[in-house]
T-cell receptor, first 111, second 113 residues
Framework: QQPVQSPQAVILREGEDAVINCSSSKALYSVHWYRQKHGEAPVFLMILLKGGEQKGHEKISASFNEKKQQSSLYLTASQLSYSGTYFCGTEEKTGANNLFFGTGTRLTVIP | ETGVTQSPTHLIKTRGQQVTLRCSSQSGHNTVSWYQQALGQGPQFIFQYYREEENGRGNFPPRFSGLQFPNYSSELNVNALELDDSALYLC????????????FGPGTRLTVT
């Protein structure tokens, strides 16, 4: 089941913060976050395996609320290099190990 | 250490034809997953290969098939191409039959006319 991401697009000025949300209707085992720049392959950012887990990657961090089947990606003090489309990938508690990717959130950081 | 590579980069085929796409996995990875990404959409899981066996399949018809070789490289074959098969095909490598920390290749852009 494809997760729903919000917002679909966001424009930030350098230094501003943003939150991207990912929500699934299914019970989740893990949530994965990727960033894809235009014309390039998706790049792995982080994985959250346990409910309530929070992880950080430079100024990008994420949380996972297992009970609500939701995850949020936090980008603080955004940089121009953060521009791209962010995808969450969800692994459902069905025993299958494939990821369902959301439709993405296009983030544009301007000077 | 070599990254994930895919060939060809671009391909144009006619409806009804067959196509084979190739992927070499990241050094040290033994699992390859294939995804279809339509314009403006997220990647959709086609199937995964682990130790030369299919290890999971998404909601794609049987005309999408694959192989994994002893060196962990992989092929995606699509028969009886349809216009809707036009997309970017991505392969991603990982370790241990999981989808954790996948490394994606640059993709093959397939256009079906």
């Amino acid at each position: 089941q494809q997760p729903v991401q919000s917002p679909q697009a966001v424009i930030l000025r350098e230094g501003e913060d943003a939150v991207i949300n990912c929500s699934s209707s299914k019970a989740l085992y893990s949530v994965h976050w990727y960033r894809q720049k235009h014309g390039e392959a998706p790049v792995f950012l982080m994985i959250l395996l346990k409910g309530g887990e929070q992880k950080g990657h430079e100024k990008i961090s994420a949380s996972f609320n297992e009970k609500k089947q939701q995850s949020s990606l936090y980008l603080t003090a955004s940089q121009l290099s953060y521009s791209g489309t962010y995808f969450c990938g969800t692994e459902e508690k069905t025993g299958a190990n494939n990821l369902f990717f959301g439709t993405g959130t296009r983030l544009t950081v301007i000077p | 250490e070599t990254g994930v590579t895919q060939s060809p980069t671009h391909l144009i085929k006619t409806r009804g034809q067959q196509v084979t796409l190739r992927c070499s996995s990241q050094s040290g990875h033994n699992t390859v997953s294939w995804y279809q990404q339509a314009l403006g959409q997220g990647p959709q899981f086609i199937f995964q290969y682990y130790r030369e066996e299919e290890n999971g399949r998404g909601n794609f018809p049987p005309r999408f098939s694959g192989l994994q070789f002893p060196n962990y490289s992989s092929e995606l074959n699509v028969n009886a191409l349809e216009l809707d098969d036009s997309a970017l095909y991505l392969c991603a490598s990982s370790f241990g039959g999981t989808s954790y920390e996948q490394y994606f290749g640059p993709g093959t852009r397939l256009t079906v006319t």
